[in-house]
């Protein structure tokens, strides 16, 4: 056995540097400087390289701001590792008040075909930095547009972003034919898009994602604001082979979660935990595998001051299955499921839709034009129609769904549609209640009466605030229950907004005004109808329908509103004291 020579290991540790101790270089002792202005992307992209050579490492970066006025490559089995832990939190636009470790990127301003910001070779590792675009301004419409910010390179495993805060950046992270990657606690405001998967054909896995304005001040109108809104897309999944996507969330955008049809194919996989605020299309599917999209734990809503949003809208040529479970819908949504793929499948189960119909025209809660669908176990809250089965559907099951009243169902394929256990409107008024009773708007069984009003709100036009309401909408109607031929005493008591006044304003019954509108304020107004031979009397508003963001200062509600009702009392002649409420058909008094 030979003696151990320390002169020679000494020697070989000198060489090789303290790197073959630790495998770990940072930056800034390599002479990068966390200043703003110093360009660091030769320092930085040399020390990877460098871990690169020596079998992998991490390359660290101190807390500062760092210019990179080029792009960096991270090789097989290297992580660039700034100061966080978490996914980062800052709200100032200014990069000269972010703490940690910032990476300023400048490559690539004007067009989104240039290298990424930062690619990912297999193995490789970005964690823990805030990444802004200093030249990316909020002022700047339509925005300039950037290269992805982070991308895996063709044909790798493995790579990762973890604990990333990405601002402000056009594209945002993108993985095509990137298998097994992973991208976990990501937060920030990427403006065109925040995430595209393509031609991953072995599971990638997403987690713990929150795409909401940070860096910016938000305003619904800000044309900045509103260009996401309409035109951003948060989470776009093209080919990808049970993808794996877990608890993650976006606002302000125009698709929240986007299933695109390309050339290589469509999306299945596995969606927990997703939430979507105020988008124009929370789920939009154009395309998806036959094994299909399993979304468990939603919440969707509608854009703000939108009249036309849909929360789940799957394209024609969608051929796989759509599953929604235990998702919930609300907002300011015109349809909260539109379905229209002749050769798809469309299953709800134990959902909850809050709120439709924003325009309140009659638009279903869902309208299936084509394909299958099963919906079973769900729940309705505010609204008078829910389910639309178009004539191109090829079979429809709806079973054991619960409503505030009669379920509602327009059926258009006869026998192929099957209806088993939904709730019917059981409510049946005595004689004695017919002529004598109040409608209470806002509390739950006014539904049956009203078509083109508002959901149910508290009466805060009143002075004390007691109560709830119901605003009337273009050409908004009430259909009373009455005894043949008995005249009646109507009694209204109604807020009428300022705007909403105009010649010939008020109640009528046909052709014929019943009541007034001629000031403005809240006031109880009673008058007379006179004795007709069927069981039920119509009754129209006119009035001048107004909307309060364009009278109302700082108002995003874009709603076409008329008038407040918060009650009608109807007592037929001769009638005794007995008060009854054909909301729920009891004796009040």
């Known amino acids: 056995m030979k003696p151990i020579n320390l002169i020679t290991i000494v020697s070989a540790l000198l060489v090789c540097g303290t790197a073959c101790l630790s495998a770990e270089w940072n930056v800034e002792t390599l002479g990068a400087k966390g200043d703003g202005v110093m360009d660091c992307t030769a320092i930085i992209q040399q020390a990877l390289d460098d871990a690169g050579k020596a079998g992998g490492g991490i390359v660290n970066v101190p807390a500062g701001k760092f210019r990179i006025n080029g792009n960096l490559f991270i090789p097989f089995g290297v992580t660039l590792q700034g100061t966080y832990r978490s996914a980062p939190l800052t709200h100032t636009p200014n990069p000269e ?88 606690n990501v937060q920030g405001y990427p403006i065109k898009r925040g995430i595209f998967v393509d031609q991953c054909y072995d599971i990638g896995k997403i987690e713990n994602i929150h795409f909401w304005p940070f860096g910016i001040v938000y305003k619904p109108d800000d044309p900045y604001c509103k260009w996401i809104n309409l035109n951003g897309v948060a989470f776009e999944f093209a080919r990808t082979d049970w993808q794996y996507v877990l608890n993650t969330f976006c606002f302000g955008y125009g698709v929240g979660y986007k299933f695109s049809e390309y050339e290589s194919g469509g999306c299945n996989g596995n969606f927990v935990g997703l939430g979507a605020d105020s988008c124009e299309r929370a789920l939009l599917v154009e395309q998806a595998q036959g094994p299909g999209l399993l979304i468990t734990n939603g919440e969707f809503v509608g854009r703000w001051s939108s009249l036309d949003a849909v929360t789940c809208e799957i394209g024609p040529k969608t051929a796989g299955k759509v599953s929604l479970n235990n998702c919930s819908f609300w907002g300011p949504i015109n349809r909260c499921v539109l379905m229209n793929a002749p050769d798809g499948q469309f299953t709800a189960n134990a959902c909850n839709f809050v709120s439709w119909d924003v325009q309140n025209t009659g638009a279903p809660a869902l309208q299936v034009d084509a394909g299958r669908v099963i919906l079973q176990g769900n729940t309705f809250a505010n609204g008078t129609n829910h389910v639309k089965v178009g004539p191109k559907v090829k079979s429809a099951i709806i079973m054991g769904n619960q409503t505030a009243e009669d379920m509602v169902i327009h059926n258009s394929i006869g026998k192929k549609l099957i209806s088993i256990g939904n709730t019917v409107d059981d409510l049946v008024l005595t004689a004695d209640a017919k002529y004598n009773y109040k409608l209470t708007f806002g509390v739950e069984g006014d539904s049956r009466y009203l078509k083109g009003w508002s959901g149910r709100e508290p009466a805060l036009e009143w002075t004390p605030q007691i109560g709830t309401k119901r605003w009337s909408a273009d050409k908004a109607q009430i259909t009373l229950p009455v005894v043949p031929n008995k005249a009646y005493k109507i009694t209204v008591d109604v807020a009428v907004p300022q705007q909403a006044l105009m010649a010939n304003a008020g109640l009528y019954f046909g052709n014929k005004k019943i009541m007034s509108f001629t000031k403005a304020g809240a006031s109880v107004l009673t008058s007379t109808i006179s004795p007709v031979k069927s069981d039920t009397v119509t009754l129209n508003l006119r009035v001048k329908n107004w909307r309060p963001n364009e009278v109302i200062p700082d108002n995003t509600d874009n709603r076409l509103l008329g008038v407040a009702v918060r009650q009608i009392t109807m007592k037929a002649a001769g009638a005794g004291n007995a008060v009854y409420s054909i909301n729920t058909g009891e004796l009040i008094k």
């Open 97 to 184: 008040e972010m703490k940690g470790s910032v990476l300023l990127a400048y490559a690539g301003r004007g067009s989104v075909d240039g290298k990424p910001f930062v690619s990912l070779d297999s193995s490789a590792t970005i964690a823990g930095f805030i990444i802004t675009y200093p030249e990316s301004k909020q002022s700047i419409i339509p925005p300039v547009p950037y290269p992805p910010c982070i991308a895996g390179s063709p044909n790798t495993d493995n790579g990762a972003v973890i604990d990333c805060a990405l601002l402000n950046p056009y594209e945002g992270i993108h993985f095509v034919r990137s298998a097994r990657f992973l991208i976990r």
